[in-house]
């Protein structure tokens, strides 16, 4: 018996070819991105026309615009870029490893205990360096991963007991912040604006400290991606693949450590972001973790675009704190999604 030459050609997995409407949210994604970049060097108080930036362009630029771009607009924009960028992946690498799409870094707390941290930093201790504010902030966070991820990830538990365990500990750190704050007006005063997320006046100083808290993070979570693909089946189908759910666990809690307090240090707590961009770019990239994250990094810059840019012109010539846009726009996506769970 002989085999005929097409039954014995080797058998081989055909090509993955991205699939159009994947390709197509991505170009979208793209252009909204650089159309909200444009408009957040543009918005403000004081608007720039297009007329002068052609005379930018032209080499004949206003001396008071290019200290408002160089100054203000350009380090107020990339301040939002990282910000979107970190606290989209710490809640993908949090709703990844907890399997919990309610799970998000803000609603567990970790924004609450990186604030909280920074003030103790601010108040008490007397820190006023960068690199002092940022440590105070990853500090923060790191502390209340592991406490929420030890009561809540525990045998047995619920997924709402994490989410009850991340908003108990949110509101007492937040009372007792209050507290020192009033009791401290100096302090208050100093924190009045970033307490409530503020992208008004980042620290150039604190932006270049964390860049790289940030740069680690980001590396980390990508060397995740597939640990948590395989813990996503089940703790036992991720053992038989390879994978060590603990320290992937572990992994995720550094990462998410180092984000969420590289994001706070920067503009405060911002509650939400992280809960809405996992949900917006699944159904385009599916549950992939590498994929998630690489749509992030596009789509929680532009939330945080959108927000800033809203809160510039919600009072105009005045602002409000980009964190309360934030809540506003995440509030209605948190009360749908416990809706459809429900």
């Not at 809540?152 to 997924?159: H, I, N, P, Q, V």
């Not at 089940?234 to 666990?249: C, F, N, Q, V, Y």
């Amino acid at each position: 018996m002989t085999l005929s030459r097409q039954e014995t050609r080797p058998i081989t997995a055909a090509p993955a070819r991205p699939r159009p409407r994947r390709l197509l949210a991505a170009a979208l994604l793209l252009v909204i991105l650089c159309a909200l970049l444009l408009t957040s060097v543009l918005v403000g108080s004081r608007p720039v026309s297009s007329s002068a930036l052609m005379e930018l362009w032209n080499g004949r630029p206003d001396p008071d615009l290019v200290i408002l771009l160089r100054d203000v607009r350009i380090p107020r924009t990339f301040a939002a870029v990282l910000v979107g960028v970190a606290l989209a992946w710490a809640g993908a690498l949090m709703q990844g490893m907890t399997r919990n799409p309610l799970a998000d870094p803000g609603l567990l707390g970790v924004s609450s205990g990186a604030a909280f941290a920074v003030t103790i930093a601010l108040s008490w201790l007397g820190v006023r360096s960068a690199m002092g504010v940022a440590t105070a902030s990853v500090i923060g966070a790191a502390i209340m991963t592991v406490l929420v991820l030890s009561l809540g990830l525990r045998s047995g538990a619920s997924d709402s007991r994490l989410i009850l365990a991340g908003v108990a500990f949110s509101m007492t750190v937040s009372g007792v912040q209050s507290g020192i704050t009033l009791l401290n007006p100096r302090a208050l005063d100093a924190m009045r604006g970033w307490s409530a997320g503020s992208l008004a006046t980042p620290d150039t100083d604190v932006v270049s400290a964390v860049l790289p808290l940030i740069g680690v993070a980001a590396a980390l979570a990508l060397l995740l991606a597939r640990p948590l693909n395989a813990l996503a089946l089940g703790e036992d189908a991720a053992r038989g693949l390879g994978s060590h759910p603990l320290r992937t666990r572990a992994g995720v809690a550094c990462a998410t450590a180092l984000l969420v307090g590289a994001a706070t240090a920067i503009a405060g707590p911002i509650a939400f972001a992280g809960l809405i961009i996992p949900h917006l770019v699944r159904p385009f990239t599916g549950p992939d973790t590498a994929r998630v994250l690489i749509a992030s990094a596009f789509a929680g810059p532009a939330l945080l675009l959108t927000a800033d840019v809203l809160a510039r012109v919600s009072l105009w010539p005045g602002e409000i704190p980009v964190g309360i846009v934030t809540a506003a726009i995440g509030a209605p996506v948190l009360l749908m999604l416990i809706r459809r769970r429900r």
